[in-house]
């Protein structure tokens, strides 16, 4: 549980680095950027991959896939922090896990029983009233999107990194290095392309803060797969417990420390949400 438990709080920590942010002035393309270089030395520190693997020239097309999109669904997480808040937004982080669900109904033909059904329902509820807002036309457009890109961007994101782990040509610690190796390349080509046509200035805080997220973003993944590892008879929960985690010290972090306001029917959008992250678990240990 202790691994478990500082992968929760790693990953509360880069949405509260993702909120100050703003309140800091720094940019975030640039911060991302760096973000990965940390976390490329971090992965070649603690899983010493072999220049072999990393150099294949059958990588499959999946690996540039995803090396794309992490920093674009990490840019679009900074921007719904920014224009909606933490808390919602990691609700919509983390509600994400029903589109691999839907997608092992729909794709893998995977069996569901009346648990699961009622953990999705109640997911796609909560989400909802998670988001719901009164305001005018435009804000509320934006209310909508930058989550809901967050939302599809993690939960395609998860649904890739599935079929990576399926893969046998490469290790998989081997494949989150070449990951993170082509999401800073394409970061990178950002800033530099920012920097020439738009004159951008590299700046060192930028740097800081990007190795300094860039830490906390390894921690969550390192202590997240060392938690599987020690509790590998019980996956289910390992995942119930991080979502949960991650909602309920993400949403006090965001409501005390940040003032993040919340009405009525945000509250209960919370609250189906921890619901729906239940029933899914249950859902694992029931036939029907």
Known sequence: ???LFISICCSVTVAVLLKLARRYKMNVI?????????????????FRPSLT???????????????????????????????????????AQRLSLFIPILAA?????????????????TGFVAIFFTLYKKSNQQDSSKN???????????????????????????????????????SFVISLICVLYMAVVKKQKLELINFICGCILGFFNFGNILF?????????ESPTVVFAAMNMGVIIFGSLVGIVI??????KLNYIGLSLALAAIILITISFYHAF
């Open 105 to 121: 109904y729909f794709i893998f033909k995977e069996h569901f029983n009346v648990w699961k059904v009622a953990g999705v329902a």
């Open 258 to 263: 940040f003032r993040e306001k919340f009405n």
């Open 144 to 182: 909508w999107l930058y989550p809901l890109l967050v939302f599809i961007g993690f939960g395609t994101i998860d649904i890739l990194f599935k079929q990576v782990a399926q893969l046998r040509q490469i290790p998989y610690t081997s494949s989150l290095v070449l990951i993170f190796i082509i």
């Open 224 to 232: 997240y797969m060392k938690a599987h590892r020690a509790m590998s």
């Open 30 to 46: 640039q911060a991302v950027t760096w973000n990965y270089l940390f976390a490329i030395g971090l992965s070649w520190f603690f």
């Open 53 to 91: 693997e990393l150099t294949r020239s059958d990588t499959p097309p999946l690996y540039l896939f995803l090396g794309i999109l992490l920093p674009v669904v990490f840019w679009l997480l900074a921007a719904s922090v920014r224009n909606i808040g933490m808390v919602k937004t990691d609700i």
């Open 1 to 3: 549980m202790l691994f």
